[in-house]
Structures are given as C-alpha cells and as structure tokens.
C-alpha cells in the first residue's frame, strides 16, 4: 500500500536510482523508488559495467578495495559489492590487419564486474531501511505542484491506467532514455545527436591471444556494411564463484539505419578477420540496448525535480558516476528539506565533475571512437607505427582519445613523408565537430 505522499520518489532502479533511495532512506527520509523491471536487478541490457580507476574521473578516484568494497576516495563513500571482478590489464584497439594500439599502467585500465550483484546488494540495503519499491511501473511524468510538492505519473506494465502519487521530491533515474528529464524544461534546450543501438553476446571458450582487456575494434573491415563499432571484455556472469574463469562480452554497437546488430555480431563470429579466436565458443547469454545522445542537461535540478545519473548525461556516467551522483543529490536533497536552501550544490557539483558539461569534451570523445573516417589499409598503415608499443592510459571516454591522439601526433613527421594524404586526412578529422565527427562514422 503506497503512502499518500512520500518525502522522495525515485523513478528508476539502476545504480544512480537505487543509490539515491538507500541514501535518502539513510538520511531519515520516506522513500518510493519505481521501475518498469520485474525483476530489479535481472540485466538484459547491454553494458561494459566497467570501474574506471584512473584518478580523478568525475572527480573522483574509484578502487575496490578489500576485494569486496567499491570505494570513492574524496566522497568518503563506499559501496558494497560481494561478486566476483577481472582486472584488464590492457585497452587495445586493433584494426581489420591484426595492427594495434595497447594502452596499459601498473594499476590496470579499468575493472570489469558484474551489474546484477551490485544492484541485488544496494536494493537489499534499500529495502531494510524500509524504502517502499514498486516494480513493473513506468514512471510518465513529473509535475511541480506546489513549492514543496511534486506529482508523479505512473502506470503499471499491464495497464493502461494511470495513477499518481505526491512527493516534496521527485528524482529523474529512469536512465539514458530518461521520461521523466524529458518533461523538464531544461531537457529542451539539450542537443540531439543520434540514436545507436547495442547488442551482446556473452561467449564462454574465446581462445583470445591477449591478456584481460578491452578491446574496440576499429575499421570497416570488421562489420557487414562497414559501420558501428565491436567491442569486447572479459567479464564474469553472476553467478561467478571465485576461481573461475571469466567469460567475453562481446558488443556491436551501430546507429539505428543500419545492419541489425545480431546479423553483426553472428557475422564477426563466422566471418570476421578474427574468427578463430571464437571457434568452439558457446553463447551463454545476450543483451541489448537503445541510446539516444543528448548534451548534458546543465541544469539538472528544476523545481523539486532533480535528475540524477545518466538522465541528465551524454550517453553515460558509467556505474560509478550514476552512484556518486546519486548519492550526492541524495544528501543535498535531505539538506534542502531541512533547511530550505535548494538543489545549487548538486548542480554545481554535476557540472563541475561530469566532463561531458565542459566545452569541448564531447568532441574529443566522439573523435576518438570515430576513427573511422579512414579505410581499412589507411589504419593498418597508421597503427602498424604503433604496433610494438605499449602507451600509459586507461579505459576513459575522456582521456584515452587524447592518448591515442598524442601516439599518432609523435609519428606525424614520418606520416607526412610516407603518407601525405593520411596526415591531411587525421588532422583535418581532429578539428571536425561533434556532428561531423558521427557522420563519418556511420
């Protein structure tokens, strides 16, 4: 039996939903917390679930430590995770000709674990500190009725009707694709760029010659129509024991006019440059996503509305990102119930850390995953000058373009006698802009 209005309601149960509810809960609030899965912690959807540990991303510097705590450095927070994780040891991008660019540092370039166990862990904590979950619920809308007070529009999955329930606040956490940010404001002043479509499948038996890592595989050569990207990671399911093995993730990821991305992935399998590292290996499971790209909502607290992890965010905060923020609107909601002083913190807080809201950064991004722009044998020839070199960086949206930017920066003499159309080609693509950057790569 619902209440008739509650302190806060969270609408969506990823890592920044259920954060937020545990957060607020712990902070002494009446707490709902919807979403539209019946079972909240089940994963179907695609997602590297990586932890980024290079220092400082969003601010922070996040580790796991003890084998079993996720643990944020200057937020003093620490999540608990009970399942099994890998540690990639290299970030490589290989092109259709077996050429690469590795990047790697002593602490690893990111930590893969599983989802579902730290979702299963956080809704246990919500539900003992007596946070009211509904499941198979759409949250619709979000309405500022009054100064204090929110409405929220729902339905269940199985039902065309419509019902309400009253808050003091209302928390966007209903994910990329966010309903709730939609009806803000501030959602219509975001910029649309496309809409890209994930698929996975989990491998057991890839036979691999690289140690754990994350791998894109860059070029045209390595999808049917030559667009989209693969990816692939060494992850464990959630059932992992200690001493297993971990399995492949591997992702094809395209805008939507495109090939589907089963005929994709089944093609890469059978067909590709590289099938016989796949040869004798078992689908154990699969996933799938739809993203749209937005820029960030620089604004995400709007009445007592506020949008927490990637409902306000170009593609992703990543799992780590979306707990943080969670958790830090979370507190500064509880402040301003106590005290009336508003949502300016967690704003600032958002736009100060999330790199997506500077200038800039989407741009940088884009052009390190839209590499694209040339053909298969232009990239072979450019990451055959890297081939034998190993090059310190992370898994990170933000900064391992800059690397691999810079790797090809320090060859560019050399280009430029070997290959002018090459060197005109990479710096003419690097002052290219978001947009541009997309087209090219589709």
């Given amino acids: 039996m619902l209440k008739e209005k509650y302190d806060m309601i969270v609408v969506g149960a990823g890592p920044a939903g259920l954060m937020t509810a545990k957060t607020a809960a712990q902070e002494g609030l009446s707490v709902l917390i919807m979403d539209m899965k019946r079972d909240i912690p089940k994963i179907d959807r695609s997602c590297c679930t990586m932890l980024i540990n290079e220092p400082s991303t969003h601010g922070d510097t996040c580790t796991i430590v003890n084998n079993n705590t996720i643990h944020y450095e200057k937020l003093g927070l620490d999540v608990k995770y009970t399942g099994q994780w890998a540690r990639l040891e290299q970030s490589i991008r290989i092109t259709p000709g077996g050429k690469k660019l590795i990047m790697s540092n002593p602490n690893g370039v990111s930590i893969a674990y599983n989802k579902e166990v730290l979702l299963r862990g956080i809704l246990e904590d919500c539900e003992k500190l007596g946070v009211d979950v509904l499941t198979e619920t759409f949250g619709l809308r979000a309405e500022n009725t009054k100064k204090d007070e929110v ?103 395209t805008p939507v006019i495109n090939t589907s991305n089963k005929m994709g992935l089944d093609n890469f399998l059978k067909n590709g440059r590289f099938k016989h590292w796949f040869e004798g290996a078992k689908v154990v499971h699969t996933a799938a996503a739809t993203l749209n790209f937005y820029t960030c909502m620089l604004e995400p607290a709007e009445g007592n509305i506020i949008a927490v992890g990637d409902a306000p965010s170009f593609i992703e905060t990543y799992c780590q990102g979306a707990m943080m923020y969670g958790y830090k609107a979370a507190k500064v909601a509880a402040e301003h119930l106590r005290t009336g002083c508003g949502y300016n913190e967690y704003a600032e807080y958002w736009r100060k850390t999330f790199e997506y809201c500077w200038p800039g950064e989407i741009e940088k991004a884009l052009r390190g995953y839209g590499i694209g722009f040339l053909n298969d044998e232009e990239l072979d020839y450019l990451f055959g000058l890297t081939d034998n070199e190993i090059y310190d960086g992370y898994v990170s949206e933000n900064t391992a373009p800059a690397v691999m930017k810079d790797a090809f920066m320090s060859k560019m003499d050399r280009i430029k006698k070997e290959r002018p159309e090459i060197a005109e080609k990479f710096l003419k693509f690097h002052q290219s802009d978001a947009h541009e950057v997309l087209e090219k790569t589709k």
């Fill in 151 to 253: 409405k929220v529009l729902f339905r269940g999955s199985r039902s065309r009707t419509i019902s309400s329930v009253k808050a003091r606040i209302a928390v966007a956490a209903d994910g990329v694709n966010s309903q709730i940010a939609m009806g803000l404001e501030s959602f219509k002043k975001r910029k649309f760029f496309v809409t890209f479509r994930v698929a996975s499948y989990f491998l057991e038996g890839v036979k691999s010659p690289f140690p754990p890592a994350f791998i894109i595989f860059v070029g045209r050569g390595h999808t049917p129509d030559g667009n989209g990207a693969m990816y692939m990671l060494d992850k464990h399911l959630a059932d992992a024991k200690p001493g297993d093995k971990p399995i492949i993730d591997l992702m094809y990821a």
